[in-house]
């Protein structure tokens, strides 16, 4: 789960531009936004605005879904004057300047994820799952009402794997459609509350509702491998992030402070992790038109950090937990949260970064954090910045006309011509 919708009147940006969703892409490397008047795209490291494109002429994007660093994002309209019916997924080919494809419904579109061979929809209690290439339809299937739109998407290529709430309130349904198996995960007893998948679709992420508790799972066998507490009081979860190794994971809540957990039994387990989605490719720091759709193929790993890192803390009353009630006993077995980021301001998304043991932290109110938390406990902050300004702040970019102009970067990510493009056709 890394995205973020905002709401209509969310937050005011420059000339009265409202904020609608933030988004990151499938390796964490990137992060989109969608505006009362276009969409936005964001390199993380380092930080820096790389496009916009603006629509003068009823421009309010809902919702942004980039597929890696290439020039291909679906996008659904939002906000009170939607560019696109918000019952609409379009295609929208930024190399081209226009829109390749879409997808249509008799429902609002509540969510969006892309692969290189996949575009998964979720409307309220229903999901859709087409192949790229021609947006063909493949499969099927209900839901309970999903109105925060939780779908979860496994980006590595060697795998296709697909989460998303069961019929049954608190249940996870999997689908590893290599290994043509369904895993039904009885996650939460109250409802979901977010979901998460791995890089490689082998570990599941879950919280309830409730937000006290975040599980991990085993897709396959639909089995718990972790229980992790974030705190003792109710809690909305807004994201969850696992890192490239699956040896972390992160989440974010109302409750303003970022928790990261160790996944890790044995500290030295952890002496090569840290880093975020995905790890950069040679030479390349920005989105860019060229990318390859199939990007974690080409990913060359960092530098690993060889430093020890400890493990998640536990209550130093364990000892006592068989002497007391299971409910009760199982609370002082609690793993509690290696380190966090406390101070959040607004709802964020958390994910962690391209450099060891960094997380960045993007909220609804325009900021963007990164921190250092290597040492465990409070993280230390490296950066602030604020992709969206008040008008007194905001440098004068210039912008186009109707039907889409761009500023800060030409083509998405300021490359030159020539991206992937499915062979889909684009449909009244």
Known sequence: MSALSTGSNSMSAEAGEQLLYVGLNQDHSCFATGTSAGFRIYNCEPYRETFRRTFTKGGGIGYVEMLFRCNLLALVGGGMNPRYPPNKVMI?????????????????????????????????????VYRFSDLALLDQFNTLNNPKGLLALSPDSSSTVLACPSITRGHVRVELYDARKSTLI????????????????????????????????????????????????????????????????????DKG????????????????????????????????????????????????????????????????NKFLPNGV?????????????????APSICAFGQEPFTITIIGKDGSFIRANFKDGGEA????????????????????????????????????????????????A
């Open 257 to 320: 402070t970022v928790h990261i957990f160790s996944l890790s039994e044995n500290p030295n387990d952890n002496n090569d992790s840290g880093k975020g989605g995905g790890e950069k490719s040679p030479g390349t720091s920005q989105f860019s038109p060229n990318a390859n759709p199939n990007y974690p193929q080409g990913m060359a790993a960092a530098a690993p950090d060889r430093s020890p890192v400890g493990n998640n803390k536990k209550s130093g009353l364990s000892f006592v």
């Open 380 to 427: 230390e902050r490296l950066s602030y910045n604020r992709f969206l300004k008040g008008p007194d702040e905001e440098l004068k970019l210039e912008m186009g006309g109707d039907g889409g102009g761009s500023a800060g970067g030409g083509n998405v990510g300021g490359g030159k011509e020539g991206g992937a493009e499915p062979d889909a056709d684009e449909k």
């Open 329 to 345: 006993g199982k609370y002082f077995e609690s793993e509690w949260s290696y380190a966090q980021i406390k101070g959040i301001e």
């Open 92 to 128: 929208w080919d930024d190399h081209q300047n226009k829109c390749i494809g879409e997808l249509s419904f008799r429902q609002k579109v509540i969510a969006v994820k892309l692969r290189r061979d996949r575009v998964v929809v979720a409307l309220l209690a229903r999901i859709y």
């Open 186 to 253: 009885a996650a939460h007893e109250a409802e979901l509350g977010a979901i998460a998948l791995n890089l490689s679709g082998t570990k599941l992420a879950t919280s309830s509702e409730k937000g006290t508790l975040v599980r991990i799972w085993d897709t396959n066998t639909g089995n718990m491998l972790k229980e992790l507490r974030r705190g003792t009081e109710r809690a909305e979860i807004q994201s969850i992030a696992f890192n490239s190794e699956s040896s972390f994971v992160a989440c974010s809540s």
